[in-house]
């Protein structure tokens, strides 16, 4: 069950490098912020690495085609996925455009089952359902009213991006010939050096004023890479020991540590519908434990 630390873990950072992405985004443009979560990301997973090599040596794996090609997917797909959370944030209906990208624990689900052989239970679809029912009740998706076509592409669409990014990890870890959780570190390792390699290069061609801005603020930007990675340690560290839907549903417990963080650190009451999404979200995680 140690899936699920890790992915609690993932999902307290993801709530933190959210709000930080969020503020940086009123500053500096939607590539600029997206790189933020990659730039210092890669030493910190590379220590990371070291240290487990450190506490018990293992060989070092071999990279085949296949392992590579599962890792430049995941890693340009989970670029356009923060690319489109970040757009997110911009929105009028950012809410229910962040509900959306919660759906990818049902993404995560349909296309295991269709492309990557996931075999999932009935107690474990009927979590996935709940969990995904909180998250539109949560976002306040509950009228026409709060429809905006532009929001809700953009909201599915960075959900099956992340979702996408996870079983391509999954498929990768699980290919290396070295024991958890060295497969999982090797895998978020050389994810977050294409990441940076390519984001990089795409600004210092297109964009290059990008990197001012960032410079311009330093400490945000070394936060939001920390809890990325420290975030990413956790979800590919889940991913690795189980099912992708199985594990963003769980990570839906992000939702309850964002309500925290309103009512302790910016002082707004807890609303009606939240506690009707986590009592269904709670339910949800209980029925994939026990699947």
Known sequence: MSWIFFTVLAAFMQT???????????????????LARFLFATPIAVIYLLSLYSYETQIIPTFNQTYLMYIVIASVVQIFATALM????????????AGLAKSEALAAGVLGMLFFGSQL????????????????????????STLNIKTVLIGLSSGTCF?????????????????FPYSAAWSLVWVLC????????????????????LKQHPRI???????????????????ALQYVAYVKTVG??????????????????????????????SIAAVLVMWS
């Open 86 to 97: 970040v757009i997110l944030f911009k929105q009028r209906n950012f809410a229910v455009g």
């Open 16 to 34: 933190w490098r959210n709000a930080l992405q969020s503020k940086l985004s009123k500053q500096v443009n939607t590539s600029g912020v997206t």
């Open 252 to 281: 839906q417990i992000e939702i309850l540590f964002t309500i925290i963080l309103s009512v302790f650190w910016l002082k707004q009451p807890v609303k009606k519908n939240e506690l009707v999404g986590l009592t269904l979200i």
């Open 163 to 179: 979702a996408l990014t996870m079983l391509f990890v999954r498929e990768a870890s699980l290919e290396l010939n070295v024991p």
């Open 121 to 144: 239970s009935i107690l474990g679809w009927l979590g996935i359902a709940l969990g995904t029912c909180a998250v539109f009740i949560l976002s306040g998706f509950t009228s026409r």
């Open 221 to 239: 930007t070394l936060a939001i890479s920390f809890t990325s990675c420290i975030g990413s340690i956790g979800w590919f560290s889940a991913a």
């Open 194 to 213: 294409i990441q940076t390699v390519l984001l990089g290069s795409y600004i210092f061609y297109r964009e290059p004023e990008t990197f001012k801005q």
